[in-house]
């Protein structure tokens, strides 16, 4: 029933006005997938983590995407043709809830589009682009919704935003904003102590 709810409010002006604050502004084109893997114990989200050496988002937490290539007839082509680049995810196993307006990445200059997908039968995933990512999570919709896990990261540059601390892994930046917009468009956000502040680790 959750993924259903999340599936009708997919739909209509309610997700454009939710991610307006970073409006797409004609950057390259690009796609990730958010992938709601429906384990027995509750429903996880698929990230991974940047390898270190990379020359921008190094070492951050992230969603299996990338540029959407010519070829790719759409974004949800993109971020499912990427999921299994990078981490193995085969594009029939995954049902597409929908999409979120395209978003612009600042640090990158890339605009965004995120498709939320299903992904019925999860099973572990490794890196398969061991060039890009490090590793692969699937972090539970409970623990990233728990309040004691939420806090707002502020950048050196002067930049904050909502982010996720979950064990040692820090969820900041675009990422984390997609989590807590679609978290916020489903209904499923908990009250969260929003003056709880972290600087963004090296």
Known sequence: PALDRLRHNLTGAEPAARFAERIARG??????????????????????????????????????????????????????????????LPPDEVQVLGVLPPARVRASNFDVTAVVGRWPSP???????????????????????????????THPSGFTGPGFVVGDLFVWGFTAYLLDGLFDLAGWTLPWDTDREAVVPD
């Open 27 to 88: 950057g390259r084109p690009a796609a990730v997938l958010i992938a709601l893997a429906e384990h027995p114990g509750g429903t996880q989200i698929v990230l991974v983590e940047k390898d270190a050496r990379l020359r921008t988002h190094a070492g951050q937490v992230a969603f299996p995407g990338g540029a959407i290539e010519p070829f790719d007839a759409t974004p949800i082509d993109g971020a499912l043709r990427e999921a299994e680049e990078e981490v193995g």
């Open 123 to 153: 099973r572990d995933l490794v890196p398969v682009d061991v060039r890009e990512i490090a590793a692969v999570h699937s972090v539970a919709v409970d623990v990233l919704l728990d309040p004691a896990n939420r806090l707002t990261w």
